[in-house]
């Protein structure tokens, strides 16, 4: 295990088993999120879905008090300033929740705290979201000037529905974690106490599960998204097929029988 308090990095990567953890470390500044940790997101993430023993990844912020507060405005001189300087930042941003958003493997944002602008995206590029009782939601991009692309705002929608995404967009202010449970922002909102648990339950009862099966099931979820006309049924056909050809598929059945918890190895 990583000793968090005795790293500089701003952006860690962690590994516990087969769960991987990505960690903004910026707690002093309520982990808002410079370039360079963009930038350093897109090499973790990499990383981790090179590791094929990875089953699921939890996305956090260090501190306790922060998920992640959105953009470092203390940078916004020094980063975001020209429109050659923006340009860069969006880049490197956009290729961070990319990342996230299609990594082929389940994700769990473990929000504790602020989860606030550039961290309520990150959040809902995750599939799930668990949050726990002191947690406040936001976007105030209206409130800073900030325009707003069509990935976020869809993404958004795409969990809470069109008006609940305009209304906080529009009002800008925070919302309770009960509001966002309420809304279907987050999948549970949990005693400050609870959270961890809550976390390490979700993940073990994935890591426990068939990864072709959940593979399949987070391609389907991420075609419904897309446009009818760019879906590719057929990728996902032969990925439900291997599910069917597979030596798990075997072990499912014959751990059914033999009233015995499976151990499935992803082939």
Not at 40 to 50: G, I, N
Request: with cysteine.
């Amino acid at each position: 295990m990583l000793d968090i308090a005795k790293t500089e990095e701003k952006l860690i990567g962690r590994r516990d088993g087969p769960v991987g953890h990505v960690i903004f470390n910026n707690p002093e500044r309520h982990n808002a999120v410079s370039l360079d940790m963009w930038q350093a997101m897109a090499t973790v993430m990499d990383d981790f879905l090179a590791d094929d023993d990875i089953r699921v990844l939890v996305v956090t912020g260090a501190g306790g008090k922060a998920f992640v507060s959105g953009a470092d405005i203390s940078k916004f001189e020094s980063e975001r300033a020209t429109k050659e300087a923006v340009a860069a930042y969006a880049e490197a941003s956009k290729a961070a929740y990319e990342r996230l958003y299609n990594f082929p493997k389940p994700t769990i944002a473990r929000i504790e705290g602020y989860c606030i602008g550039g961290g309520a995206a990150l959040a809902v590029c995750c599939d799930l979201r668990v949050c726990n009782e002191s947690a406040r939601f936001a976007v105030p991009a209206a409130k800073l000037g900030l325009g707003y692309g069509y990935d976020g705002l869809k993404r958004l929608s795409d969990i809470v529905g069109i008006s609940r995404a305009m209304e906080i967009f529009y009002t800008a202010r925070q919302f309770s974690a009960q509001e966002a449970y309420d809304m279907g922002l987050v999948n549970a909102a949990v005693p400050d106490n609870e959270l961890d648990q809550a976390v390490d339950d979700i993940t073990t009862r994935i890591g426990q599960n068939a990864p072709l099966t959940i593979a399949a099931v987070k391609r389907a979820a991420r075609e419904i998204t897309r446009d009818p006309d760019d879906r590719d049924l057929k990728a996902l056909e032969d990925m439900v097929q291997a599910c069917f050809d597979s030596e798990d598929y075997v072990e499912g059945r014959r751990a059914f029988m033999e009233k015995r918890k499976p151990v499935f190895k992803g082939r």
